[in-house]
């Protein structure tokens, strides 16, 4: 029994690991974040061009520093934003739901590592098999010119969404 439960074990481990080495890697060696839909909800946003509903959401460090004003955000802090293709409700046209998973991106806060970049790593991961966008670490120039117009706010364009 104990041999059988020691077997277990070890293809539980075998296994969880080859999972780790198979989440998916940016080209900049950011690496996919499982978790993001788990983390709390710091706005939607809908983008009109593309026609896109998305979520931007924040691991417990970022969305804390929001909570209390801060800004810039501390080194630790990370965002999501998700997208799907915004597409009419079949039962009630007017609403517009999420349909099919676009893309993941995320934005993570390291003042030292990131120095060049506004202290924010970019990763992206497209499609349903995640798969790392930009053929090299050159990428980030691409995310870091479109956040440039808000370096007064730390280079993030979302605000916490407003409650009671
Ligand atoms: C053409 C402009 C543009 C480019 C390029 C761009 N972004 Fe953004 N990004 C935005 C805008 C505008 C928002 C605000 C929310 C939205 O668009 O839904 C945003 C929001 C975000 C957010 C949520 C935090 C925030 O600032 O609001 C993350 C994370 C993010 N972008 C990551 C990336 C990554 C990673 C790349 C490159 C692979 C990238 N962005 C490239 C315009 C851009």
């Known amino acids: 029994m104990r041999q059988i439960i020691s077997a277990c074990v070890a293809l539980l481990l075998v296994s969880s690991s080859l999972l780790a080495a198979d989440r998916p890697v940016a080209p900049n060696g950011i690496g996919f974040y499982p978790d993001y839909l788990s983390w709390k909800v710091i706005a939607p946003s809908y983008r009109e061009d593309k026609g896109h509903i998305r979520i931007i959401t924040g691991n417990d460090t970022a969305v804390a520093a929001m909570r209390a004003g801060k800004n810039p955000l501390p080194d630790g802090s990370v965002l999501a934003k998700v997208a799907w293709k915004a597409e009419k409700h079949p039962s009630f046209p007017v609403a517009t739901e999420p349909g099919a998973f676009v893309q993941v991106e995320f934005m993570v806060k390291d003042s030292i590592k990131y120095k060049a ?16 966008y930009g053929k090299d670490a050159s990428f980030v120039g691409e995310c870091f010119g479109c956040h440039i117009p808000v370096a007064s706010n730390d280079y993030l364009y979302t605000k916490i969404v407003k409650t009671p």
Request: net charge positive; glycine share 24%; hydrophobic share 40%.
């Open 117 to 132: 970049t506004g202290g924010w790593g970019f990763a992206r991961f497209v499609g349903n098999e995640l798969k790392p």
